[in-house]
C-alpha cells in the first residue's frame, strides 16, 4: 500500500471515494434512485419519516461493495441492485438507533430522527427500515441470500447491544474491541461483498475472500471514525472531539492508553473519563500519551487495509478488482494523516 506522500496530494473523501466508485457510476445512480423510491413502499402517513431517513446522502459505501463485488466476480446483475438497496436500508436503520442510543442532535449537519420527532417515533422509523429490507431479502430464489443477510443485520444490532452494555467498562480488552467493530460495521461489509459474490456463482475461495475483505475493511473504516473523535478537525467531523469518550466507548486508542499505563495512572484516567468532566477530557485528547496511542491506532488500521486486499486474491483482474484495491488506498490516505496529528 501506498504512503501518504506517495499519493497524490490530500485527497477529498467524496472526490477521492468517487474517483474509487467510478466503474459502477451509473449503477451506483441507478441504486440511489431505487434507495429513495422505498419511501413510496409505505403508508402515506409514514412515508415523510421513511424518505428523511434515507435521504442522508452518506457515503453508500455498502451498496458500492455489493456492485463491485458483482463486477469483480463477473457482471453487475440487478439481483446486485437489489443487495445493494438492501444492505442500505440495514445500514440507515442502525443509524436511525445508534442516535437514539447516544443522544445525538445533529447527522451530517442535519436534525437526527429523534431530535425532529422524538425517541418514541425514531425506535419504530428505525424498526420499519429493518422490516422492510428483510422483506426486500425475501424475494431472492435462493434462500440462503435472505439468510445470510439475516444474519448480518442481526449480528450488527448485537454489536450494538455488546457496546453499549460495556460502556465504561473498563475491563474491556482488545479482543473484545475488534469482535465488536466486527459485528456492529464489518458485519454489513462483509455480507455485501460475500453475497455480491455468490450471486455470480463465484467459487467458495472467492467468496471467502470477499468476505474477509468485507470484515477487515469495514472493521478498519470504524477504527479511522473512532481515531477522527480524538484528533478529527470538529467543523469537519461535526462533533465535539472525545463524544465516544463521554459517553463511555473506549476505542482502540483509549485501550491502548490504558494497556500501557501503570496501575496508578490507569487509575487515574478510569476517574478522569468517568467524572466525564469536559475541559479534563479534552486535556486527555490533546495529551501526549493520547497522540501516541492514536498512533498505535492508525498504525493498526492501516496494517488492516492491507490484510484486506490479501482476500481479493482469488479474483481475476478487472476495473473493478482495481477500485477494491483503490477502496483500501482511499482510505489509507484518510487514516494515516489521524497518526501524525
Known sequence: MNSPSELEPP?????????????????????????????????????????????????????????????AT??????????????????AATLVHDDILDH????????TANAKWGNSLAVLLGDCLF????????????????????????????????????????KLTVPDYFRILEMKTGALFAAATQLGGLLNGASEAAQKGLFDFGMRL???????????????????????????????????????????SSTAERERLGELILEGNEDKIRGLVESTMARNALHYAVKTGRQMLQDAQEGLVHLDASVYKESLFGLCETLDAMIAPLGEA
Do not use: M, W
Not at 463477473?74 to 445500514?91: Q, T
Open 131 to 170: 422490516a422492510h429490507a428483510l422483506r426486500l431479502a425475501s424475494s431472492f430464489e435462493d434462500t440462503r441470500i435472505c439468510r445470510r443477510i439475516a444474519d448480518a443485520a442481526s449480528e450488527v444490532c448485537s454489536g450494538e447491544i455488546i457496546q453499549t452494555q460495556r460502556r465504561f467498562d473498563f
Open 74 to 91: 463477473g457482471a453487475i446483475l440487478p439481483p446486485h441492485s437489489d443487495l445493494a438497496v438492501i444492505v442500505e436500508l440495514i445500514h
Open 218 to 260: 469495514g472493521t478498519a473504516y470504524q477504527i479511522y471514525d473512532d481515531c477522527l473523535d480524538l484528533a478529527g478537525d470538529e467543523g469537519t467531523v461535526g462533533k465535539t472531539l472525545g463524544s465516544d469518550l463521554r459517553r463511555g466507548k473506549l476505542t482502540l486508542p483509549i485501550l491502548h492508553l490504558l494497556n500501557t
Open 11 to 71: 485527497l477529498d473523501k467524496t472526490l477521492a471515494l468517487k474517483r474509487a466508485f467510478e466503474p459502477i457510476a451509473e449503477g451506483l445512480h441507478q441504486v440511489e434512485e431505487r434507495i429513495r423510491a422505498q419511501a413510496h413502499a409505505f403508508d402515506p402517513a409514514v412515508e415523510l419519516y421513511v424518505a428523511y431517513a434515507i435521504e442522508s446522502h452518506g457515503k453508500r459505501l455498502r451498496p458500492a461493495l455489493a456492485l463491485l463485488a458483482g463486477g
Open 104 to 111: 445525538a442532535d445533529l447527522r451530517r449537519g442535519q436534525p
